[in-house]
């Protein structure tokens, strides 16, 4: 099933909602865009408190802080819409956009099933590479992105209009895949490749993908005489994102587009444009995600 945006809605947003859907899903058929939004619409049927409490420990973590009370959150490229609903528990007043259709209704039902009609949460279907609609929206304490940016087919262009979205003085975390070279490249082009396959050949694609690391994982567990313990890590497996193990898998070998950065290509970017790094998680992330938390210096400090 998909979901089917209504333009009836309260928070329907003043731009072409179909034409947006039907750009991702020629994206999509062409095998040029892996559809995060199904992934996360299977995802939803496995969200507990548990994993909505590790998101909101997560952000809060990251941001240093224990309350988002009387705070404005843009979260750009919602995904499940989980960090949304993370924000908006934690107090915060929160913009959710996504341009992956099934991820805008994804981020929809959180809405729906947690907070219904409320006004302080509005869900919308955009681009992150639409600079107009993002001016449009105006600015925030905080921008999120988390393993977005880089998917957008234009990661510069999006960073750039990331950081338009951000308050004097607010806020931006942002997570981006580590470059690391050749290795990198090959990954580019397994999910490039995964995306490009007939529907019935993805899974087997994945499993033959993630074969070499997980092997050298089960191995390690039968090194220590605990091969129960990997089946155990599989069945136990939640991230600090709420993610389980399996949609996690699929989402890392079908994320395409992809693109990677260096920290210090980041840093220097948004050095750049008037941003001071205030917290950096980038130790041992091999081909994951490098976190950054940036604060936007105000107009006169930039002048």
């Known amino acids: 099933m998909r979901f089917a945006p209504n333009l009836e809605t309260m928070d329907a947003p003043a731009i072409d909602i179909q034409e947006i859907a039907k750009q991702h899903d020629l994206e999509v058929q062409r095998g040029e865009r892996f559809e995060f939004g199904a992934n996360w619409r299977r995802f939803l049927e496995h969200l507990n408190e548990e994993r909505i409490r590790k998101a909101e420990d997560s952000l809060c973590a990251m941001l240093e802080t224990r309350s988002l009370e009387g705070k404005t959150f843009l979260d750009i490229g919602s995904g499940s819409g989980l960090f949304s609903l993370a924000a908006r528990r934690l107090g915060a007043r929160v913009h959710s956009f ?90 580019k082009w397994i999910k490039k490749t995964y995306c490009r396959l007939p529907g019935i050949l993805k899974t087997p694609f994945a499993i033959l993908s993630i074969l070499p690391d997980e092997g050298k994982r089960f191995a390690s567990f039968l090194f220590k005489l605990k091969p129960l313990g990997y089946f155990r890590y599989w069945k136990n497996y939640t991230n600090s994102r709420g993610m389980n193990r399996w ?37 041992g992330v091999g081909l994951g995600c490098n976190e950054f938390v940036f604060k936007k210096s105000c107009e006169s400090e930039r002048a």
Request: proline share 2%; aromatic share 16%.
């Open 98 to 187: 996504d341009f992956d259709t099934n991820s805008y209704g994804c981020t929809r039902e959180l809405r729906r099933r947690f907070y219904e009609n409320d006004e302080s949460w509005v869900v919308e279907q955009g681009s992150a590479l639409d600079r107009e609609y993002i001016e449009s929206l105006g600015k925030f304490d905080y921008v999120y992105s988390w393993g977005v940016l880089h998917h957008t087919g234009n990661m510069m262009e999006a960073l750039d209009n990331a950081s338009v979205a951000v308050a004097d003085k607010g806020i931006l975390f942002i997570a981006i895949y580590n470059d690391t070279g050749s290795q990198s490249e090959r990954w």
């Open 247 to 283: 949609h996690d898998i699929i989402d890392w070998v079908g994320g395409y587009p992809y693109e990677a950065a260096t920290p210090d290509q980041i840093f220097d970017f948004y050095k750049e444009r008037g941003f001071q790094l205030t917290k950096l998680k980038c130790g």
